[in-house]
């Protein structure tokens, strides 16, 4: 299994998903900063530090939940699109295993990412 992962971290461009987090990392701050313009209407909801951090933890959760199904269908897809999953299922590893070391990958890749911000 861990020969697995290996292999499909290989295939995976890790470049264009750390990106992709950076990118919502910027989205969640611009939104934290678009707070800030209306300083009256923040104060009505946002009266305590820890309602500022249950925002920023409800946002980072949101973005990042969308974000990982997302990149898992993305490449459950790819992989039919380019027919490289009849391939995969050729090999004598269970399909199970197949899909499973997918999620696991990006799962990681989410959680790691996502549990930095908070």
Known sequence: MLN?????????????????????NLAILGILMLLGLEPEAAQ??????????????LLVVAAFVIYASVLLSNTIIEEFKNKTISVLFMYPISRKKLLLAKLIIISMLT????????
Do not use: C, H, P, Y
């Open 44 to 57: 009505e909801f946002l009266a305590s530090g820890q309602d500022i951090r249950m925002l920023i933890e």
């Open 4 to 24: 697995l992962i290996k292999l499909e971290l290989k295939r995976m461009n890790l470049t264009s998903v750390a990106l992709s987090f950076v990118f919502i």
């Open 111 to 118: 959680f790691f990412s996502s549990s930095s911000r908070s």
